[in-house]
């Protein structure tokens, strides 16, 4: 017999989960509305999705966050994996002391971060751009790649490196036959995650990007500090679409690792 | 076969040459440790040069006196923190410890009710509501803050719903506003705060909650004194992600807050960019990066006395 606390535990619950999804949903609804502002009903349409696709504004800065989120994902889960490899090497008190910094920026404000490099490129006096904005998304990125690198690298059996040693295979057949091949799936797992991180990423931008590298979520802020249009509603329902995308192509299993430890399996 | 003996005892050497050495040779020594050397420089030059060298030119910048525009003149003053007493920083500050507060308690709150919820459920269900939670919390962080002006315009779904209920007459403005602010603040960070709660839950016997009750405990009694200390691990980890990052966000206050009432990453950003004022701005975040260490401190020490404590409780 459950109790009565219980039951209104529970339903309260369904209800926060319940909460989690009426925004999403109400964006994806409204993308589709007939009218010139988001609240009011004017029909079915899906003008909004042909404006957006007409705005050149918009997809010259969705050019510049895929191009940002590429190159920093990619740095980040190459980094991530080979500090993986590393680390297996270390002994006990160098690994803490190494993993202690590489996790750093997950602790510390991103906005401080972005300050912070912000301060560095300014007395460089680098022009803001490209390289800055991939290099302040590798900071943001990289903790999040060497998580999941770093546990599935520590769950591989060290038995099949040495059986692959035994056989004669030299140190870069071990990695190119054995661990990058076991590998696979986390390293796509991380590739994604921090592609998605890098392309939704704000504050870190905030700071970085400069004339002409105007990313999609920098766009996104100043269109909606002069208010919300049916048109954002739509390219919000795009990146919700995206999102489940990525979560498929990533795997529950490895998304579950990250977020709640373990094997990824509940219970 | 890691570990290196000082001086390896003569032996005759082996009839057969073409086995690899036993114990390492002080040449695959240095080669180990170049290899390894190589494969952390990536990572490691990452957090030196972008990170660890960055942060501490904010602290030097924090010290700095300002030119006419605004940049790092150089020489030593206190005076950017001395500015920042002023009342009108001190408000942002406050403002922003109880918005973060406020935010953590609420997101703590939901959160171990969801994942109280969530263990009690079946392995299989429990598989799906997670990604419930999971596809949320990867959804654009924009999206999910304007979603909110979607809701509360006038006129909105919300606004039809409070009509409906006879509760307001006609359009009602609830943007920009202080409430409005603070639920896109516990919807930004709900998910992030159910994970670590529901990461300790899961690893409670439920067989304690079911004795407890059998002993006679209530509803309340079972969790305050038995399902609460055991997720406590959790919750001082879900607390941390939420009460830290809340300080330094921007985006919410201004989209749904109006800009009117600033947190501490309002307060830095507005420096940086607006005013020009980077030897401001640096000591600024040297105060929420000074916050945040705090944070840590206060954390980890409970957490290090939980530990402690079960430890001496053991097996009871």
Not at chain 2, 156 to 168: F, I, Q
């Amino acid at each position: 017999m459950r109790s009565l606390a219980d039951r209104a535990t529970g339903w309260l619950a369904r209800g926060v989960i319940v909460f989690l999804y009426v925004p999403i949903v109400v964006v994806v609804v409204l993308s589709f509305n007939d009218s010139d502002v988001t609240y009011k009903w004017a029909g079915f349409s899906t003008r909004w999705y042909g404006v957006l696709a007409g705005d050149t504004d918009l997809l010259s800065s969705l050019r510049v966050s895929a191009e940002v989120g590429v190159a920093s994902a990619t740095l980040a889960t190459a980094g991530g994996l080979l500090a993986a490899m590393g680390m297996a090497r270390l002994g006990r008190r160098f690994r803490a002391v190494f993993s202690g910094g590489l996790f750093l920026p997950l602790v510390i404000p991103e906005i401080v971060l972005g300050v912070a490099l912000l301060s560095v490129f300014g007395t460089l006096r680098a022009d803001l751009g490209l390289t800055t904005l991939v290099l302040g998304h590798l900071v943001v990125t990289l903790p999040y790649a060497a998580l999941i690198v770093l546990g599935a690298h520590g769950a591989l059996d060290p038995a099949l490196d040495e059986a692959a040693a035994d056989l004669g295979c030299n140190a870069w057949q071990r990695f190119r036959r054995v661990t990058l091949p076991l590998l696979r799936q986390p390293l796509v797992a991380a590739w994604l995650l921090c592609f998605t991180i890098s392309f939704g990423n704000i504050v870190m931008s905030t700071f970085t990007s400069g004339v002409g590298t105007t990313t999609l979520p920098l766009r996104v802020y100043s269109l909606l500090k002069g208010g919300l249009t049916p048109e954002i509603n739509a390219l919000g329902t795009l990146l919700v679409l995206f999102t489940f995308l990525i979560i498929l192509g990533a795997g529950l299993r490895q998304m579950r690792r990250v977020l709640v430890g373990g094997d990824g399996t509940p219970g | 076969m890691t570990e290196t003996v000082a001086a390896p005892p003569p032996v005759s050497p082996p009839p057969s040459v073409s086995l690899p050495p036993a114990v390492p040779t002080r040449r695959t020594g240095v080669r180990r440790t170049a290899v390894t050397a190589a494969l952390l420089a990536p990572a490691g030059l990452t957090v030196g040069a972008l990170v660890l060298v960055p942060l501490a030119l904010v602290l030097r910048n924090s010290f700095a006196t300002a030119d006419p525009y605004g940049g790092i003149q150089g020489g030593f003053t206190l005076a950017n923190y001395h500015e920042l007493l002023d009342p009108v920083y001190l408000k942002v500050f406050g403002y922003s410890l109880g918005m973060a507060a406020l935010n953590s308690v609420v997101c703590l709150v939901l959160g171990y009710m969801v994942s109280y919820y969530l263990v009690g459920r079946p392995p299989r269900r429990q598989g799906l509501l997670l990604l419930l939670i999971i596809v949320p919390f990867w959804t654009d962080f924009l999206v999910r803050t304007f979603a909110w002006i979607n809701l509360l315009s006038p006129g909105g779904p919300v606004n039809a719903l409070t009509d409906a209920l006879g509760l307001t007459h006609g359009p009602t403005e609830w943007i920009p506003s202080q409430g409005a602010s603070f639920v896109g603040l516990v919807y930004a960070f709900l998910p992030t705060a159910i994970f670590p709660v529901y990461a300790s839950l899961r690893g409670v016997d439920p067989a304690l909650g079911e004795a407890a009750r059998d002993l006679g405990c209530g509803w309340w009694r079972v969790h305050t004194r038995v399902l609460l200390p055991l997720a406590r691990p959790g919750l001082l980890a879900a607390a941390l992600l939420t009460f830290v990052p809340t300080l330094g966000v921007f985006v919410i206050p201004v989209l749904l807050g109006g800009g009117k009432h600033q947190l501490i990453g309002n307060l830095i950003v507005t420096l940086y960019t607006e005013f020009r004022n980077q030897p401001m701005g640096a000591a600024a975040s040297v105060v929420l990066l000074a916050l945040m260490i705090v944070s840590l401190a206060v954390f980890g020490a409970a957490a290090g006395r939980l530990r402690r404590a079960q430890r001496k409780g053991g097996t009871s």
